[in-house]
């Protein structure tokens, strides 16, 4: 009988792609054949930083360069990792860490040696650069020039002026390009020979909590040039100072450009739901698949354009950071949406699942983000309704029922206070004192997500959850996928504190109590 030993090694590394980092350690310490198939797995994504606990081997590293396909780079690396070469490298991130800063060799590498470094590796496919220096004409013609499949460019920083053609240059080569916080200096307009043709995916992004006292004009600029490039899928725009250009966008779609787009994301308090209709109603691909709001309206006429051309296509609809939603048109997306993967929306309520005509049709929905919420009069019956409508989606991999899973000081407007009022789900297992309790009962509490095997992130109120040590312990037996638990669990007791902590630890899973 074959054993996992006859496979071929194309196949064992596929299986170690899906194995966790501690399950390849154990694998590599049995044989030598778990050895030569899955070492590759722990070298290939490779992340080095600077770490108090534990130096930094720039020795081992060079030793197996050679297996490193993506590669990130800290800001507080020394010259000496810049010499090293990884020949089959593919994806290049010089990211700066939150602590990088208060480093002693934050940033001690020059920028030519980041030239040189760029040079040696011209396989790299994708880059993605965050690190505070600002980089020299040479880098980016290096990029631009001897970087052979350059296809990805996510860029955070400052472009001085001797090199904004040469950035420009690099910008026209890729297929997704990635621009967030971006300055230019004053009067430095977007090349207008440039033509951007293989571009597919452009996103423009300024950090809501960056301050720019100057006005900038180059994301207008940039969106008018790549009129041009006409397999462009997707378009994000998050400027902040820059509001989204309606009129541009829909100039452009009337004028027979962007055919292919069908996938928009969009964060501007103006956008109104007015605006998105005249997009949405623009495009000319009719294959709407993705949308996302993250600021602005959506309202009845967004979403009766949806309804009419796109129920058939959408598949990942992020409004839950916008107003304007009512709780019918979610569960309308919910039972029509049959291609639905992603949905992140502010709210339904109990009465709306229970009350429908037809059941959830979006049966391979992977994420889902929604307050669900009760109201006064509800019948209790309507509850267990609830738990079993959702235990159905057994696809899903981030359940995230927080009461406002997106609050944050910089929300231009929170969630409406009448949501936040209400009551939502009950999680808790029956009580040994109270077994047959109707409000806890096997289908209307967690026991009945037994089916979710897949899951692994679940957040959840913490406000508005009596949770405790029990409920934590079914989560870890029944969701073996799980990695990230949001929430407190308010019900647990002084002493199982320190449980609940190594109870986590132990699975492997990350908990995130609620911060607000």
Known sequence: MATFLDLPDEIRLLIGKQLRANSIYSCILVCRTFYSSF??????????????????????????????????????????????????????????????????????????????????????????????????????????????DFEELEFTGTVKEGAVEAFWKSCDRVKRLDLSDVNFPESMPVLSTLSFERLRDLA?????????????????????QVKHARDLKRITWDVGDVAFPVQLVMDALHEGCWPSLYELSVGDPTFSDQDLAGVLGALTSRKLTALELTRGRFGPLAYNCIRERYFDHLRDLSIGKCLGATSAMVQEI????????????????????????????????????????????????????????VARLRMLRVLDLQGDPHRSYLDDEPRPHEIQRLETLDFRLPSQDNPVDSSTSSSSNIRRWSSLVQLRVISFNGDRQNLGMKEALWMTEHWRDLTCVGGDFKAAESGEFEELRSLFSRKGIVHLPDIM
């Not at 423009?204 to 008018?224: D, V």
């Not at 929604?370 to 309507?382: C, F, G, N, R």
């Open 39 to 148: 070492i590759s797995c722990l070298w290939s994504h490779l992340s080095v930083k600077v770490d108090s606990r534990e130096e930094v081997n720039p020795t081992l590293i060079r030793a197996n360069a050679h297996r490193v396909e993506s590669l990130t780079y800290s800001a507080a690396l020394t010259e000496g990792f810049y010499t090293i070469v990884y020949p089959r490298l593919l994806t290049l991130r010089l990211n700066s860490f939150y602590a990088d800063k208060n480093k002693p060799n934050y940033l001690a590498v020059q920028p030519q040696q980041k030239v040189q470094f760029a040079r040696m590796h011209p396989t790299v496919r994708k880059l993605t650069y965050n690190h505070k220096d600002i980089l020299p004409k040479e880098f980016w013609e290096v990029v631009g020039e001897e970087w052979r």
């Open 204 to 224: 423009i992004l300024k950090y809501p909590w960056r301050i720019n006292p100057a006005p900038r004009t180059w994301p207008i600029q940039l969106l008018q």
């Open 334 to 389: 919910l039972t029509e949406c049959v291609h639905l993967v992603a949905l992140d929306a502010q709210h339904i309520f109990v009465r709306d699942i229970a009350t429908a005509q037809k059941p959830w049709v979006c049966l391979g929905l992977q994420n889902l983000a929604v307050y669900i919420v009760k109201q006064a009069e509800d019948e209790a019956a309507w509850e267990g309704l609830v738990f079993e409508q």
